[in-house]
C-alpha cells in the first residue's frame, strides 16, 4: 500500500478494501490520475478529509509530530 494508502486506513478515512480498488484503478493503462483525486471521484471520501489527511501527514513527515490547526 502507498503511504498515504496507510495513512487514510489509520485514520479510519479509507478501508483496506476501498485503498485496493483505488490501486486497481491506478494501474489500468492510461489512468493518470492522483490516488486522492479517484478516492473523491469514487466517493469514499470528501475532498476536504482527504486534503486534510494530506496536510496532516505532510507536517507529520516534515516536523516529526502532528499539528492539527482546525478551525
Known sequence: MPKI???LVEKNILSNSQVNSIL??????GIRK???????DKGFASESAINSALLDLMREE???????YQS
Open 5 to 7: 494508502g496507510t495513512y
Open 24 to 29: 486497481r484503478e491506478t494501474n489500468r493503462k
Open 34 to 40: 492522483l490516488f486522492g483525486r479517484i478516492a473523491i
Open 62 to 68: 516534515t516536523f516529526g509530530r502532528k499539528k492539527s
